[in-house]
Nanobody, 125 residues
Framework: QVQLVESGGGVVQAGGSLRLACAASGGTFSMYAVGWFRQAPGNLREFVAA????????SYSDYVKGRFTISRDNAKRMVYLQMNGLNPEDTAVYYC??????????????????WGQGTQVTVSS
């Protein structure tokens, strides 16, 4: 069993930055690929970014590529999402997720083994 707790959300003006963090407990953290998803009101959950077990591979949605950066620190059992150049369309609840595999697979969330509870990000115009 893996527990994930996100933090770092808040309200920021357009063009600003936030750094989300995801703290993992339980399980062997370095065995998991980790991803970030987001869901805005009325929208489906969407993939944001993912990172492989040892940070060799990262992937991003087209909406955030070049603005967001995912990273992890296995020793600290932490995953981060640095978000720069935020715009109102980035407003959503952001969720941390893990898969019990080396490389992240899929972007629908169906293959996720554990989810965090989410952290709200609001970008004002």
């Amino acid at each position: 069993q893996v527990q994930l707790v996100e933090s770092g959300g808040g309200v920021v003006q357009a063009g600003g930055s936030l750094r989300l963090a995801c703290a993992a407990s339980g399980g062997t953290f370095s065995m998991y690929a980790v991803g970030w998803f987001r869901q805005a009101p009325g929208n489906l959950r969407e993939f944001v970014a993912a990172i492989s077990r040892f940070s060799v591979t990262t992937s991003y949605s087209d909406y955030v590529k070049g603005r967001f950066t995912i990273s992890r620190d296995n020793a600290k059992r932490m995953v981060y999402l640095q978000m720069n150049g935020l715009n109102p369309e980035d407003t959503a609840v952001y969720y941390c997720a893990v898969q019990s595999r080396a490389l992240w697979t899929g972007r629908t969330g169906r293959d996720v083994d554990y989810w965090g509870q989410g952290t709200q990000v609001t970008v004002s115009s």
